[in-house]
Nanobody, 118 residues
């Protein structure tokens, strides 16, 4: 059983920064691709960023140059550093894990709310 727990969400002003964390348990963390998704009110869930088990990273165009994904294998934790945030970054952010043999992200955290406003 894979268990993902996000933390670090909250309210931040436009232009500010926030760091989300996701701690994984119940799995070999280093073998999983890990990702961050988000879902804004009335919109579909969208992919924000992925860190693959071999170390490569990818980002949605909307966050490139502002967000950075990283992982700490010793802590079984993946992070999303959010800089220069914008009101359109407001959403519930979800951590997700993809097993080595899987084609989709099958493990999800409960989500953490990020609100960007003045």
């Amino acid at each position: 059983q894979v268990h993902l727990v996000e933390s670090g969400g909250g309210w931040v002003q436009p232009g500010g920064s926030l760091r989300l964390s996701c701690e994984a348990s119940g799995t070999i963390f280093s073998a999983y691709d890990m990702g961050w998704y988000r879902q804004a009110p009335g919109k579909q869930r969208e992919l924000v960023s992925i860190t693959a088990r071999r170390g490569s990273t990818s980002y949605a165009d909307s966050v490139k140059g502002r967000f950075t994904i990283s992982r700490d294998h010793a802590k079984n934790t993946v992070y999303l550093q959010m800089n220069n945030v914008k009101p359109e970054d407001t959403a519930v952010y979800y951590c997700a894990g993809r097993a080595p043999t899987a084609s989709v992200f099958g493990f999800w955290g409960q989500g953490t709310q990020v609100t960007v406003s003045t």
